[in-house]
């Protein structure tokens, strides 16, 4: 039997008190990949107690900022040196090509780098009241005790574009990552420990969403959690935080939408179009899942996103030259394929792909061909609901105020484009779409330093940039009177 891969509480690798475990599988092979502790509630209660009695008594919460990012800088480091196993890890794990997991281990430790140095820059204002003898400020102070909740397709960023900001704001953590996909942040977490950061300050339970999520989503201990992941576990999320009142940030789905106008860029377009979609297998929360395309162009366009698609090397994620990995379960990979099923007989055409990929050694993972449908409607559900998978919906429009009609016709809000020459244009679209995230004339890159996070049903709160340390942080006001002086309201004093 294969060792138990352990948790990391109060500065020690353990084991679940209940002495549970379960199977990872690597997606790519269908085999069992690693066995992984299963943590309780209690193992959890646990872990927050750690945070907090490093937080306050400890004395994390008075680290000096200098201190705080020189760790950071050396997490990054670790990182860095380490690359090629994390890179290998996750991709083995998530299944996403060696490239796009190399990708996100630079990118990730570039994030720590960016709050590492935000960390020694605190900002305040000063305000003047009415009354000329009082001088007003304001501080950012942590919130304490920071529960975090990651979902599975970004494993390394996810927990980065959290734990990052909510270290430099002089949080500790308690952090849990998908049950399908924590090896690379426990590798993350050895990491920290060879560092140096102090016992208790970053605490990783691995364990259910039902159990552990929820303990950290409710528990009074827990001052803010900062959550990844599917809308109707946000919404659990959200209703179990008001228990305490705690601070939320929710980070959800989106089905949005990239809007090909007939100025644009072509080649740009149409490469950005299938980036846009299939980057990560699809399984990305901002993935351009709708393309809009103008009626003019639609044909010819139709045409070359097709051609582009079937270039796309399906594989083990580890093999050299593939572009998609696997889906990341056997659940999910049906889940996509049944909403491919659903697009069929709902009169979408279907443009290319729409089956599970069995050729060779690929019959025993959980591929999922990229797939298109041309012909879309707003109301179908595959244009409406996130799939997760590379099921890529076209719609074609006329006017510019077709356009942005159709892509705000989602109860979601997280992500969108547009691409045009035509700067003006381009921005009155990108102005009157509702999402949080947009780009112009290119689809996709994360920055580490601008913000993340979703319009309606996509989300509340914001990571990265400098609107992310200011997420991990309480605002304090300061009022100093210049001169003593009683107010004498209730009379005087003898
Ligand atoms: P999920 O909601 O099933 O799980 C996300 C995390 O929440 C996991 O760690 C899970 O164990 C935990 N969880 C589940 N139920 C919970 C509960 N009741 N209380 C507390 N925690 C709970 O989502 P998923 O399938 O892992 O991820 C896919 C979803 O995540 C998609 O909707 C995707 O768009 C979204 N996502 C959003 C972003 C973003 O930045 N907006 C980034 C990545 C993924």
Redesign the pocket.
Same mark, same amino acid.
């Given at each position: 039997m294969a060792e138990v891969k352990k948790m990391f509480i109060d500065g020690e690798w353990v084991l679940s008190s209940s002495g549970d475990s379960y199977t990872l599988i690597n997606p790519a092979t269908g085999e069992p990949l690693a066995e992984v502790t299963k943590a309780t509630r209690e193992d959890t209660q646990r872990a927050i107690a750690a945070a907090k009695r490093a937080f306050y008594e400890d004395g994390w919460c008075d680290v000096e900022p200098l201190k705080r990012a020189e760790l950071m800088n050396a997490f990054a480091d670790e990182m860095e040196a380490q690359v090629e196993d994390l890179a290998r890890i996750e991709t083995m794990n998530n299944g996403k090509s060696l490239t796009e997991s190399t990708y996100d281990v630079y990118d990730s430790a570039n994030c720590l780098r960016y709050f590492a140095g935000l960390c020694t820059k605190p900002t305040g204002q000063t305000y003047q009241v009415p009354d000329t003898n009082v001088f007003g400020m304001t501080v950012r102070e942590p919130f304490g005790v920071v529960g975090m *909740?990651? /979902? &599975?397709? @970004?494993p390394i960023s996810?927990a980065m574009w959290k734990l990052a900001p909510a270290l430099a704001a002089g949080n500790t953590v308690v952090l849990?990552? /998908? +049950?399908y996909t924590p090896l690379s942040t426990i590798k993350l977490f050895e990491m920290m420990e060879k560092v140096g950061f102090p016992k208790g300050v970053v605490n990783l339970v691995i364990g #259910? !969403? #039902?159990v552990v999520?929820?303990e950290l /989503?409710k528990s009074d201990d827990v001052d803010k959690v900062a @959550?990844?992941? #599917? *809308? %109707? /576990?946000g919404q #659990?999320?959200m209703r179990q935080a008001a228990t305490n009142m705690k601070g939320i940030c929710l %980070?959800? !789905?989106?089905k949005s939408p990239v809007v090909v106008f007939d100025d644009a860029d072509y080649k740009t377009a149409v490469d950005g179009a299938v980036f846009a979609m299939f980057y990560n297998q699809g399984e990305v929360?901002s993935a351009g899942s709708r393309i809009l395309i103008q009626d003019t162009i639609y044909d010819k366009f139709v045409k070359d996103l097709v051609k582009l698609t079937k270039k796309i090397k399906l594989g083990n994620g580890l093999d050299e030259g593939v572009n998609m990995g696997p889906l990341i379960t056997e659940d999910h990979m049906h889940k996509v394929l049944g909403y491919i099923e659903t697009g069929i007989k709902e009169g979408a055409t279907l443009l290319c792909g729409g089956h599970r990929a069995t050729e060779g050694a690929l019959a025993k993972g959980w591929f999922v061909e990229p797939t298109i449908f041309g012909d879309c409607t707003p109301d179908m559900r595959i244009v409406q609901e %996130?799939i997760?998978g590379p099921v890529l919906c076209l719609q074609k429009f006329h006017t510019e105020a077709e356009a942005v009609e159709l892509a705000n016709h989602t109860t979601y809000g997280?992500a969108a484009g547009v691409y045009t020459e035509n700067l003006g244009k381009a921005m009155r679209v990108i102005r009157k779409i509702r999402a949080g995230i947009t780009w112009i004339n290119e689809y996709g890159p994360v920055y580490n330093e601008a913000p &993340?996070g979703?319009y309606k049903q +996509?989300?509340i709160g914001r990571e990265l940039g400098t609107y992310g340390l200011d997420e991990f942080s309480e605002v304090k006001q300061i009022n100093v009177a210049k001169t003593s002086a009683p107010t004498e309201w209730f009379g005087t004093v003898d």
């Open positions: *909740i990651t /979902a &599975w397709n @970004f996810l849990k990552p /998908a +049950s #259910s !969403g #039902s999520g929820d /989503a @959550f990844t992941g #599917s *809308i %109707e /576990a #659990s999320v %980070e959800l !789905g989106g929360c %996130e997760f997280l &993340w979703g +996509s989300g």
